[in-house]
C-alpha cells in the first residue's frame, strides 16, 4: 500500500527546494529538439507505433550485441541478455509505485527492467528496454574511463537511475518533457521525485527522452542519450550539498556553459574506439564544428566572458533563437579544446571541475564564498590565458577549410548555406528555402531507408 503521507511530504520538500533553487536549476538544459531529431512531431500528431517483435519479420542486418563487455563472448552475452529479457516485465495494471504514465488519455502500462544500476523504462516493447538497459551500462563503463582519464576520479553509483524512452514527443511531453527539448537528466532535489511512491527504487535521477516514432533499437540516434548520460555522470562525480533550509541535499551545479559543453562532445562518442582515440577526434566529427568554423572571429561570436558567466535563465531565454544553438556549439568547442587540447587543456577541465565541486556555480550561496573562491582561482588574467588558448585551439582543430562527416547536412538542417564558409548565412529567398526543403526530404528518406547502425 502507498504511504500517501509520505507522499504529500515529499511534494511540500520539493515546493521548499524549488523555492530555494528556482526551477531551473534543477534539471540540466537540453539540446535543442530542432537540432536532435530527423523529423518533429506536434503533440497532436504523434507516429503511429508499430510492433518490433519477431512476427513482424526477422530484423534487417546483422545482431549487434548492444553492452557487449571487452572480452565478453557472445554466448555469455546471448546468456545475460535471455536472463534480462525474463526480467522485464510491464507494469501491473493497477501498480502505481513507479508513477502513473499517461498518453493523455489512457494510462500506460511500460516495460520495465531492474537492474542493479539502472531502472529502464519503454513504452514500446521488451527487446527494446532490454537493449535500452544494456546500451546505458555500456555508456557508464566507456564513459567512466573517460572521466577517469578527465579527473582521475571514479564513480560508484550509490543511487539507481531511472531511464525512461517513449516512442512519441507527445507522451514524452504529458510525462514531464520540457518544451523544446530531445530528453533531459534531472538530479531532484529531495529524494523523492513526488510522482513515484517511497518504495520506488530510483528516487534521485530520471533520464527521459523519445525517439521520434523509432522503435528497432539499431534505427534510433542516441546522440541525445549520449548527451543527458554525460550530465549523469558528471553529476555523479559533483554529488549534493546539504541545503539546512529543507535539511535536503541538493545537486551541486557546475557552470552552465561546462555542463553542457562538455555532454555536447558526449554526442558522439564512438563506442567502437578507445577513449584516447575519442579525444583525439573531436574536432573532427558532429554538428557543433560547422557552425564554429564559420561563427568564429564574425561578430556572431560571443566573447569569453559571456560564455563563462552565462546563467540558466540568459541560457533557456536564448533556446528561442537560433543563439540558443550558438550557445551549445560555443560550450561545445570551449570543452572541446579542453578534453583534446593535451595537458593544458586537461588542467582547465581539472581546475573548473574541483572548483565547482568546492564551492558550486551559484555565486549567491554561502555568503559569497562561492563567488570569492572564482574570483581567487580565475582573476581576469588567468580568464584571459584561458581564452587565448580556446580561441588558437579553435583556429588550429575547426579551421574554416576543414570538415566533418554529413557537414553539409547538419548546416542544411539548420537552413544555412553550407557554400558559405566565412559567416553563418541563411537561405534567404523562397526558392533557396524549397530548394533546401526538396534536398533535405530526399536525404531524409535515404536516411530512412538506410541499413546503417546508428551505434
Known amino acids: 500500500m502507498v504511504r500517501w503521507h509520505l507522499l504529500v511530504r515529499s511534494f511540500i520538500f520539493i515546493g521548499l527546494g524549488l523555492a530555494v533553487l528556482g526551477a531551473r536549476g534543477l534539471r540540466a538544459a537540453n539540446p535543442p529538439i530542432d537540432f536532435d531529431d530527423f523529423v518533429l512531431q506536434d503533440d497532436d500528431k504523434s507516429p503511429e507505433r508499430k510492433s518490433n517483435s519477431a512476427k513482424d519479420g526477422e530484423k534487417e542486418g546483422p545482431r549487434v550485441r548492444w553492452g557487449q563487455r571487452r572480452n565478453e563472448s557472445d554466448e555469455k552475452y546471448d546468456k545475460r541478455y535471455k536472463k534480462m529479457m525474463r526480467r522485464t516485465k510491464q507494469d501491473p495494471k493497477d501498480d502505481i509505485h513507479g508513477g502513473v504514465i499517461t498518453d493523455g488519455e489512457k494510462r500506460i502500462r511500460l516495460w520495465t527492467y531492474k537492474g542493479p544500476l539502472f531502472i529502464v523504462r519503454t513504452d514500446i516493447d521488451k527487446e527494446f528496454t532490454v537493449d535500452t538497459a544494456m546500451y546505458m551500462e555500456k555508456l557508464h563503463r566507456e564513459y567512466g574511463e573517460a572521466y577517469q582519464k578527465l579527473l582521475g576520479i571514479p564513480v560508484q553509483m550509490h543511487e539507481k537511475v531511472e531511464v525512461i524512452v517513449f516512442s512519441d514527443r507527445a507522451t514524452y511531453m504529458r510525462n514531464g518533457g520540457t518544451p523544446g527539448s530531445g530528453g533531459f537528466f534531472h538530479p531532484i532535489a529531495v529524494p523523492a521525485n513526488g510522482d513515484r511512491s517511497p ?199 575547426v579551421s574554416r577549410d576543414k570538415k566533418v562527416p554529413d557537414e553539409e547536412y547538419f548546416l542544411r538542417r539548420m537552413y544555412y548555406n553550407p557554400e558559405v564558409t566565412r559567416k553563418l548565412k541563411k537561405f534567404e529567398t523562397e526558392e533557396e528555402q524549397e530548394a533546401n526543403k526538396e534536398w533535405l526530404d530526399k536525404q531524409n528518406k535515404k536516411r530512412k531507408k538506410s541499413k546503417k547502425i546508428e551505434k
Not at 556553459?257 to 555536447?264: M, T
Not at 571541475?353 to 564564498?369: A, P
Open 199 to 397: 518504495q520506488w527504487p530510483a528516487q534521485r535521477f530520471r533520464l527521459q527522452q523519445f525517439t521520434s516514432g523509432v522503435t528497432k533499437f539499431e534505427k534510433w540516434e542516441k546522440g541525445t542519450l549520449k548527451h543527458e548520460a554525460a550530465h549523469m555522470e558528471l553529476q555523479m562525480r559533483l554529488g549534493y550539498s546539504l541545503l539546512p533550509q529543507i535539511n535536503y541535499a541538493i545537486p551541486i551545479q557546475a557552470p552552465r556553459w561546462f555542463n553542457e559543453g562538455h555532454a555536447s562532445v558526449f554526442e558522439y562518442w564512438d563506442f567502437d574506439k578507445t577513449v584516447d582515440e575519442n579525444f583525439a577526434d573531436i574536432p573532427n566529427r558532429g554538428r557543433y564544428a560547422p557552425v564554429i568554423r564559420r561563427l568564429h572571429d564574425t561578430k556572431q561570436w560571443k566573447d569569453f566572458d559571456y560564455v563563462w558567466t552565462i546563467d540558466a535563465q540568459t541560457w533557456h531565454g536564448d533556446m528561442t533563437s537560433d543563439q540558443g544553438f550558438f550557445n551549445y556549439a560555443q560550450a561545445w568547442s570551449l570543452c572541446a579544446y579542453m578534453m583534446n587540447g593535451g595537458i593544458a587543456g586537461k588542467k582547465d577541465f581539472r581546475a573548473v571541475f574541483d572548483l565547482s565541486k568546492r564551492v558550486g556555480v551559484d555565486q549567491e550561496n554561502r555568503k559569497g564564498v562561492g563567488k570569492r573562491a572564482w574570483e581567487l582561482n580565475f582573476p581576469p588574467d588567468r580568464q584571459k590565458e584561458l581564452e587565448d588558448n580556446w580561441n588558437k585551439w579553435v583556429s588550429a582543430n
